[in-house]
């Protein structure tokens, strides 16, 4: 009997073990999809883009992260993004404001929709603004070189952080601070397209940017 007993146990955990993956399968087909990029899954995840960055879904076709030998690291990179995400957003809110508003007091001059022909109008008129500009663009990059250099050197600086969140943000929950740095870097990139498509109209059509939309869309009305 006691044979018996243990021959039907053998024979159940025998027939259990038949519907049970192997362990180190599993673990095998976890670890090939864990090294698959989340933007291009059919591409491998570059190595240092690990998810730890706001904003980082391993999306680098060209291996730019993976260049550390010209002076130019992740780090850098990661700066330099942030930086231009920045500008971009001001950029553009400002080109949209200033067509839907006229110019700030002391540009009248720049009557122009279009703010790449405002530029030229208020270079005409106030070569002074330009070069003061200039200036204090020369000054805040001075700062953020120093400063860029200093962190990547000592790591004690995120790429981007200057510590200017007077309203506190990014004081108090980490995950609410996390999803507030991923939605600064996603709507930068957007202001980056958004920028660079004001720029590039307002050039080759000498109109606003809504000016421009309202255009598009009436000669393509159906």
Known sequence: MVKFAALAASVLLGSASAFTPAQSNVQRNVALRAEKSQALPFMNRPPLLDGSMAGDVGFDPLGLSNIDDVGIDLYWLREAEVKHARVAMLATLGIIQVEVFGPAPGCEAATAKCQMDAFWQIWNSHPQYIAFALIMITII??????????????????????????????????????????????????????????????????????????????????
Do not use: W, Y
């Open 141 to 222: 990059e001075t700062v953020s070189g120093i400063a860029t250099t200093t962190g990547r050197e000592t790591g004690e600086r995120a790429p981007g952080d200057f510590g200017l969140d007077p309203l506190g943000f990014c004081k108090g929950e980490p995950a609410k601070a996390a999803r507030l740095q991923a939605q600064e870097i996603a709507n930068g990139r957007l202001a980056m397209f958004a920028a660079s498509g004001l720029l590039l109209q307002g050039c080759s059509t000498h109109e606003g940017g809504i000016e421009n939309l309202m255009t598009s869309l009436r000669d393509n009305a159906f």
